[in-house]
């Protein structure tokens, strides 16, 4: 086995309890995940199981309170860690798009490529709109976000993170802000994306597209790793009981 | 598309909407036409109507005094674009002091606050009597004391701090998502602010922004306390001696002959952002019933 693109090593997050003198609130309780590169990890488990601050930890939009987020073997969550120059080698798509409302299609997509990635204003404009091109909206690089569908705003948003050609690709329940007869659209587009070899850790309520894409399927349960393994083991085959009740009340 | 024709029901809806509007418009006209009358009733039966009519709706000596009033506008309206343009930008840079998180910054960042709880709770007239009367007292030889830089100065103190609590809140009201879509694709904090959340904060602050610097406008009026002849001072020196108050009627329209296309002119602009106030044609745009 290759070694581990991504590695996470007892990784612990807490958040400020309510009120002074509460408690405060265990997200993250010790989590280790590896992804080798073109790899696929699932990660499933009810709201507030921690999958979203999980991969939030990932993409160093949170700090954490103790262990490694190793990305090729360097802990970049150690302060003194360049962290733009880190997040720019990851792209994190959000269950709300949070496509930049005031920029045109296009320019949300350009922006990195300009700023962070030192293109001229031509070469990204030509990226650009060779990724709009590749997730179907070309047609639409002149718009403003606001006058697209959810389904297409969620292709712009990943078309944004790919553009930068990330190490690793990072989706929040892309799918679960859409109406249902938008969700194929986004699926099959990161179907496609898996299929290239883009190596993905994704949150999701979507089973069948776990199934379909995953090479592991990760179950977290209040902060922690309960259940892990391929998805005939975890989806078809679960072992413990609060998997079970998990995914059978998805059905 | 199907061929549509409407059908009884829409025909019958359609024509007591129609009688509804009727009925609104007849409405409306005659509560226009009671309150204008009440209002000429009681002011042209005012005993004093007649002298006060010449004494300040009188169109010889309005048209007499234009020259001399029109000069003194000039006067405001250098103010207010000298002071308009300063405390855009010393507002928005301040803004950006204040709501950023740099050590480097925290001096000046406590020097932010205290400049906008003072500017903010003292009254415009103190603050121009106070620069106006105290600058000069301190005999600073490189300082204009013309009244007019001094009236100016205070005018751009107080707006300023206006301004920078304005673009504050309009700072504060990007959701944070935006900043962490933007630091998510490498951009560094200055970066963020600059491309991401600037642009943003100014657009959802352009209608208090625009209405502030209305008022500005007019309170560029009261640097004529100092003695600067501007509009008001002007048409006060073309009183003294008749006492006819036209000049100072004729002030006040030529400050309305500024201040309403001003306002009309920043609605229409941002009625015309790429992404804000374009609410005809999406659902929940029309009006409720």
Same mark, same amino acid.
């Given at each position: 086995m290759s070694a581990s693109l991504l590695s996470l090593r007892g990784v612990r997050k807490t958040y400020p309890g309510p009120g002074r003198g509460a408690a405060p609130k265990v997200v993250l309780d010790g989590v280790d995940l590896d992804v080798t590169e073109h790899e696929c990890v699932v990660l499933i488990g009810a709201s507030g199981s921690g999958k979203s601050t999980l991969l939030r930890v990932i993409d160093l939009l949170e700090e954490v309170d103790d262990g490694q987020v190793l990305l090729d073997g360097v802990d970049v969550a150690d302060p003194w860690v360049d962290a733009n120059a880190a997040r720019a080698r990851m792209a994190m798509v959000f269950q709300q798009y949070n496509?930049?409302?005031?920029?045109r299609v296009l320019d949300n997509v350009t922006l990195a490529l300009r700023l962070v990635h030192g293109r001229g204003r031509a070469e990204a404009a030509a990226s650009g709109l060779a990724m709009l091109e590749k997730v179907g909206l070309a047609h639409k690089a002149?718009?403003?976000?606001?006058?697209?569908s959810g389904g297409e705003q969620q292709r712009a948003a990943i078309a944004r993170a790919l553009v930068g050609a990330p190490e690793l690709l990072l989706l929040d329940e892309v799918t679960s802000a859409l109406d249902p007869e938008l969700v194929g659209e986004v699926l099959d587009l990161l179907v496609a994306l898996r299929d290239e070899g883009t190596t993905m850790v994704v949150a999701t309520h979507e089973m069948g597209f776990a199934r379909e894409v995953a090479d592991e399927v990760v179950f977290l349960h209040d902060g922690q790793v309960h259940e892990r393994g391929t998805p005939a083991q975890v989806?078809?085959?679960?072992?413990?009981e609060r998997t079970r009740d998990f995914l059978r009340r998805l059905r | 598309m199907t061929d549509w024709q409407p059908s009884e029901l829409a025909r019958e809806r359609e024509a007591f909407r129609r009688t509804q509007r009727r009925r609104a418009l007849a409405v409306a006209t005659v509560a226009t036409a009671v309150v204008v009358g009440a209002v000429a009733y009681v002011v042209a039966t005012a005993p004093g109507w007649e002298r006060a009519r010449q004494a300040f709706f009188s169109p010889e000596r309005a048209v007499e005094v234009l020259p001399e009033v029109a000069e003194g506008l000039l006067l405001n309206l250098r103010v207010w674009v000298v002071a308009s343009v300063v405390g855009l930008v010393v507002g928005l840079l301040l803004a950006v002091v204040r709501t950023s998180r740099l050590p480097a910054l925290f001096p000046l960042r406590v020097l932010t606050v205290v400049y906008v709880d003072v500017f903010r709770g003292v009254p415009v007239l103190l603050v121009l009597l106070l620069a106006g009367f105290g600058l000069p007292a301190l005999r600073l030889e490189w300082l204009p004391v013309s009244a007019a830089f001094l009236g100016g100065l205070a005018i751009v103190l107080t707006y300023t701090a206006y301004l920078a609590e304005i673009f504050r809140a309009g700072i504060e009201s990007v959701h944070p998502s935006q900043v962490a879509a933007a630091r998510s694709l490498g951009l560094s904090r200055g970066q963020t602010v600059r491309r991401v959340v600037l642009p943003q904060a100014v657009r959802n602050v352009t209608a208090p922004t625009a209405s502030t610097l209305v008022s500005l406008q007019k309170d560029s009026?009261?640097?004529?306390? !100092? @003695?600067?002849?501007d509009a008001i001072r002007a048409a006060q020196i073309a009183t003294t001696g008749d006492y006819n108050f036209t000049p100072y009627v004729v002030a006040g329209l030529l400050f309305l002959l500024l201040s309403i296309p001003l306002t009309r002119l920043v609605d229409a602009w941002s009625a015309r952002q @790429?992404?804000?106030?374009? !609410?005809? @044609?999406?659902?929940? @745009?029309g009006v409720i019933r």
């Open positions: 496509l930049f409302p005031h920029l002149r718009a403003y976000p606001d006058e697209l989806l078809d085959d679960p072992q413990r | 009026g009261l640097i004529s306390i !100092l @003695g600067a002849v @790429g992404w804000r106030g374009r !609410l005809r @044609g999406v659902s929940g @745009g």
